[in-house]
Antibody
Framework: QVTLKESGPVLVKPTETLTLTCTVS??????????VSWIRQPPGKALEWLAH???????SYSTSLKSRLTISKDTSKSQVVLTMTNMDPVDTATYYC??????????????????WGKGTTVTVSS | SSELTQDPAVSVALGQTVRITCQGD??????ASWYQQKPGQAPVLVIY???NRPSGIPDRFSGSSSGNTASLTITGAQAEDEADYYC?????????????FGGGTKLTVL
């Protein structure tokens, strides 16, 4: 059974750095088709993709947040870590990690996020 | 980065068919995936690729794509389909290669 579970602080202060961990089970982060994305959702708002790490350790970041984000993984621990610097109250949201995999079709990779964690809620407040 | 545009809200009578659309330049190059989210829950994948359903997703859910528009169709909507629906695709605008979500569509089943 594939599962992902987010963990991290519930409350952070403005200007602090947020560190979130996604612990996965049921698949290996070294599997060629297996990547992990982080997504967030402010209260009452839409989903926002933040960052992705591929099996070969290549990374991709949201253009608008790239300067504040770092994604990394520890394959031996089955963990993906996201750090976000200089937190602000507008960063208050539920943060999700999801397995982001692909299949080959029509000559290209077709990606999809097939398993999500339950999410962890982060509040930014002094 | 690219944007995906969805209607904020759509309603459908119980048992009828509803189409939820998603528009964006990235959809000319990539298929959309669709996610259902009920209040207080994590999103669930319902459609991916050309028109693929994960195991456990009812066959009343289907997907299609034409030009810059992707569509999620629910044929014979049920009360339990009332939820927010989000489209997602790869985003290759500029030098960036990432992903982008639509703003979401709130589906009400009447």
């Amino acid at each position: 059974q594939v599962t992902l579970k987010e963990s991290g602080p519930v409350l952070v202060k403005p200007t602090e750095t947020l560190t979130l961990t996604c612990t996965v089970s049921g698949f290996s982060l070294s599997n060629a088709r297996m990547g992990v994305s982080w997504i967030r959702q402010p209260p009452g708002k839409a989903l926002e993709w933040l960052a992705h790490i591929f099996s070969n350790d290549e990374k991709s970041y949201s253009t608008s947040l790239k300067s504040r984000l770092t994604i990394s993984k520890d394959t031996s621990k089955s963990q993906v870590v996201l750090t976000m610097t200089n937190m602000d109250p507008v960063d208050t949201a539920t943060y999700y990690c999801a397995r982001n995999t692909y299949y080959y079709g029509s000559g290209s990779r077709n990606y999809y996020m097939d398993v999500w964690g339950k999410g962890t809620t982060v509040t930014v407040s002094s | 980065s690219s944007e995906l545009t969805q209607d904020p809200a759509v309603s459908v009578a119980l048992g009828q068919t509803v189409r939820i659309t998603c528009q964006g330049d990235s959809l000319r190059s990539y298929y959309a995936s669709w996610y259902q989210q009920k209040p207080g829950q994590a999103p669930v994948l319902v459609i991916y690729g050309k028109n693929n359903r994960p195991s456990g997703i009812p066959d009343r859910f289907s997907g299609s794509s034409s030009g810059n528009t992707a569509s999620l169709t629910i044929t014979g909507a049920q009360a339990e389909d009332e939820a927010d629906y989000y489209c997602n695709s790869r985003d290759s605008s500029g030098n960036h290669l990432g992903w982008v979500f639509g703003g979401g569509t709130k589906l009400t089943v009447l």
